[in-house]
């Protein structure tokens, strides 16, 4: 049974300036002003009891009710008994709030009924004001937060939390697996702090991308190998897609190789450090003797593939790498490198918990494979969603040439 929100209470700290209080209250000082309101809310199987004060609105504070009931009830015991609190709590509740506001509420006279004081009297009166006024924004907040929890309850809507490098077609996965009840929580990362979120438990999956064929020896295969562990580890094929150089409509520096980074006058943008883009730039580098200080830019660095076309697209830089998809969002053009394989990992323990099954079959569904093919630089991997071994999936996983050469 999906659960009702029952209220949204609002508090208020009083941090105003203190004043000196004129001759009517000469020994009392009060704030000049509620600085800020905080709100928190509740919620209950059921839709429960409004406040006596007002009964058609959740907007809450424990306060105004108590003023309220003390109004209605022309007593502190008959104010605790109207709001189901014992004696002693609203008593010492209103003496709090009349020692941090420096002003009486209450007019305590032994043998007459308790009364409002001209504070509490506009006290309840802002507060009837505000209602009236935000009634139809209270009542709306309410709504939306009654049917956002109304999902976490229901048995057929499931959840994954996911660090994963930036990715594009993974925007679009959630927005799909959304619609099938399946919520993926995103996070985007490096790809290699996204995994080191999942062997941390801080994921149930992590996203990470690689060239389909890497040797053993380059930087890519060195950097993931330590970080996965065959038989706690499996994966899943999520897309292919190219990466490449993101330059300016047209190309006009006709710039199509990593060895033309190196050229004079060419400005670089750089993806930040863990990423998984970064790491196969420092691997293309690397393989042909190119040093990063060659590259006017490489210091240069920005936190997402988009950032980076963002950055092109402004003409800050000239060239940035980076995948296909945010080119064409900004209208550059597009010189592909490679086309490389992005994994979804996960723990081997979860693979039999529902919603890794459900992410599973949407991937492997012909509607998500006809969207993803529609996306610039993408295209459906062979086995989408197939649970895979690391060595299966990873021909670079090369276990024997390691122990024979434990440095490599």
Same mark, same amino acid.
Request: net charge positive; with cysteine; proline share 5%.
């Given at each position: 049974?999906?659960?009702?929100?029952?209220?949204?209470?609002?508090?208020?700290?009083?941090?105003?300036?203190?004043?000196?209080?004129?001759?009517?209250?000469?020994?009392?000082?009060?704030?000049?002003?509620?600085?800020?309101?905080?709100?928190?809310? =509740?919620? &209950?199987?059921?839709?429960?009891?409004?406040?006596?004060?007002?009964?058609? #609105?959740?907007?809450?504070?424990?306060?105004?009710?108590?003023?309220?009931?003390?109004?209605?009830?022309?007593?502190?015991?008959?104010?605790? +008994?109207?709001?189901?609190? &014992?004696?002693?709590?609203?008593?010492?509740?209103?003496?709090?709030?009349?020692?941090?506001?420096?002003?009486?509420?209450?007019?305590?006279?032994?043998?007459?009924?308790?009364?409002?004081?001209?504070?509490?009297? +506009?006290?309840?009166?802002?507060?009837?004001?505000?209602?009236?006024?935000?009634?139809?924004?209270?009542?709306?907040? =309410?709504?939306?937060?009654?049917?956002?929890?109304?999902?976490?309850?229901? @048995?057929?809507?499931?959840?994954?939390?996911?660090?994963?490098?930036?990715?594009?077609?993974?925007?679009?996965?959630? =927005?799909?697996?959304?619609? =099938?009840?399946?919520?993926?929580?995103?996070?985007?990362?490096?790809?290699?702090?996204?995994? $080191?979120?999942?062997?941390?438990? %801080?994921?149930?999956?992590?996203?990470?991308?690689?060239?389909?064929?890497? #040797?053993?020896?380059?930087?890519?295969?060195?950097?993931? +190998? @330590?970080?996965?562990?065959?038989? *706690?580890?499996?994966?899943?094929?999520?897309?292919?897609?190219?990466?490449?150089?993101?330059?300016?409509?047209?190309? @006009?520096?006709?710039?199509?190789?990593?060895?033309?980074?190196? %050229? &004079?006058?060419?400005?670089?943008?750089? $993806?930040?450090?863990?990423?998984?883009?970064?790491?196969?730039?420092?691997?293309?580098?690397?393989?042909?003797?190119? *040093?990063?200080?060659?590259?006017?830019?490489?210091?240069?660095?920005?936190?997402?593939?988009?950032?980076?076309?963002?950055?092109?697209?402004?003409?800050?830089?000239?060239?940035?790498?980076?995948?296909?998809?945010?080119?064409?969002? *900004?209208?550059?053009?597009?010189?592909?490198?490679?086309?490389?394989?992005?994994?979804?990992?996960?723990?081997? #323990?979860?693979?039999?918990?529902?919603?890794?099954?459900?992410?599973?079959?949407?991937?492997?569904?012909?509607?998500?494979?006809?969207?993803?093919?529609?996306?610039?630089?993408?295209?459906?991997?062979?086995?989408?969603?197939?649970? *895979?071994?690391?060595? +299966?999936?990873?021909?670079?996983?090369?276990?024997?040439?390691?122990?024979?050469?434990?440095? &490599?």
């Amino acid at each position: 049974m999906a659960r009702a929100v029952r209220d949204v209470r609002y508090e208020m700290p009083c941090i105003g300036r203190l004043v000196t209080a004129g001759p009517a209250h000469p020994r009392m000082r009060h704030t000049s002003a509620v600085q800020h309101i905080d709100f928190s809310y =509740q919620w &209950s199987p059921e839709a429960g009891t409004r406040s006596a004060h007002h009964p058609t #609105s959740p907007l809450r504070n424990p306060l105004m009710d108590m003023l309220q009931a003390v109004r209605s009830a022309g007593s502190i015991s008959g104010a605790a +008994k109207t709001l189901g609190l &014992s004696y002693r709590h609203v008593w010492g509740e209103l003496k709090r709030w009349e020692s941090l506001l420096q002003q009486s509420l209450i007019v305590w006279e032994k043998g007459q009924a308790a009364r409002l004081t001209e504070l509490g009297d +506009k006290l309840l009166w802002a507060e009837r004001q505000a209602q009236a006024r935000l009634a139809p924004q209270i009542s709306a907040l =309410q709504a939306e937060l009654e049917k956002t929890f109304a999902a976490a309850f229901d @048995p057929g809507i499931h959840l994954l939390t996911l660090f994963a490098s930036h990715d594009d077609a993974l925007v679009h996965l959630q =927005q799909f697996s959304a619609r =099938q009840g399946l919520h993926l929580d995103m996070r985007f990362c490096g790809s290699v702090d996204a995994i $080191r979120a999942l062997n941390e438990g %801080r994921c149930n999956i992590a996203g990470f991308h690689a060239p389909l064929h890497p #040797s053993a020896k380059t930087l890519i295969a060195r950097t993931y +190998k @330590p970080l996965l562990k065959t038989g *706690q580890h499996k994966i899943m094929g999520f897309a292919l897609r190219q990466q490449g150089l993101m330059v300016a409509p047209g190309n @006009p520096l006709n710039i199509q190789t990593l060895a033309d980074l190196t %050229r &004079s006058g060419i400005r670089f943008v750089n $993806r930040s450090l863990g990423t998984g883009t970064r790491l196969l730039l420092d691997d293309g580098l690397d393989s042909t003797g190119i *040093q990063a200080s060659q590259i006017k830019g490489y210091e240069h660095e920005e936190s997402s593939h988009a950032a980076v076309a963002a950055c092109v697209a402004a003409g800050q830089a000239d060239a940035g790498l980076g995948i296909a998809s945010a080119a064409h969002a *900004q209208g550059l053009s597009f010189v592909p490198l490679l086309q490389e394989c992005y994994w979804l990992v996960c723990l081997k #323990s979860v693979l039999d918990s529902a919603s890794v099954q459900m992410l599973g079959r949407i991937l492997q569904s012909q509607a998500w494979q006809v969207h993803l093919n529609a996306l610039a630089g993408y295209a459906p991997i062979p086995w989408p969603g197939q649970v *895979q071994s690391l060595k +299966k999936a990873l021909p670079w996983w090369q276990f024997k040439e390691d122990s024979a050469h434990p440095g &490599s």
